[in-house]
């Protein structure tokens, strides 16, 4: 159950819930809000409503906006990351590496909660908190690609990286144009071309002299 199923599922006045299910459905609410409204537009007073709490429940979990802010922030570039890691991890075949880190950021970007605009599009990036968690998950996934990048390639750290925050940075841009445009391409046709375009360019490093050599139909 998603955090805003969770807060559908908890909104009646009245309802005493664990600790954690009302934190998970204060999330949902603030989700709901944030998203809809961005942060500055946002007041703690249509969280508690959304959620169906009194403002003094919603501050028995979150001492203020921006701390409920950035619990929520928390909350969804670990799931990024986790989706990027799950998808390295999901196949020892290169393409369907790439094809899996690619499909990874498209259904970040489709996910019906829009929490990915909390972690992409914020309007909150000049606070301090925000910007490095942004910063900080950004890397965390380019530095997953590396690590596999590093490990099949004779391409040094460095090298690797750089590649790495190239393709992660274009899968999130073009994911988020793809969404924005409302284009008319299906998911995985959209996951297909930006795959052939990204494996055109990264099968042409060789596997590690150990390995033999990367061809573009091979693995």
Not at 15 to 40: K, S
Not at 84 to 110: G, H, P, Q, W
Not at 117 to 142: G, H, I
């Amino acid at each position: 159950m998603t955090a805003i199923e969770q807060t559908e599922a908890a909104r009646p006045r009245g309802t005493r819930l664990p600790r954690r299910a009302r934190r998970n459905q204060l999330l949902g609410a603030a989700q709901e809000v944030f998203v809809a409204q961005g942060y500055h537009s946002a007041a703690m007073d249509d969280i508690a409503e959304r959620a169906g709490v009194s403002k003094p429940v919603l501050y028995q979990h979150f001492p203020g906006k921006l701390e409920l802010y950035l619990a929520l922030l928390d909350q969804h570039c670990e799931a990024l990351l986790q989706a990027v890691r799950t998808a390295l991890a999901s196949t020892t075949d290169n393409k369907l590496r790439v094809a899996a880190t690619m499909d990874a950021y498209f259904a970040y970007v489709e996910d019906e909660g829009g929490a990915f605009r909390l972690v992409f599009e914020s309007d909150l990036t000049n606070e301090p908190a925000v910007r490095e968690r942004v910063d900080r998950v950004s890397l965390q996934c380019a530095e997953a690609i590396s690590d596999v990048i590093a490990e099949d390639t004779g391409l040094s750290k460095d090298e690797s990286m750089l590649l790495a925050v190239g393709l992660g940075g274009v899968s999130q841009v073009v994911a988020r144009y793809w969404l924005s445009s409302e284009s008319a391409i299906p998911r995985d046709k959209a996951v297909a071309l930006l795959t052939s375009l990204a494996w055109r360019g990264i099968a042409g490093f060789p596997l590690h002299p150990t390995e033999g050599q990367l061809s573009a139909e091979g693995h």
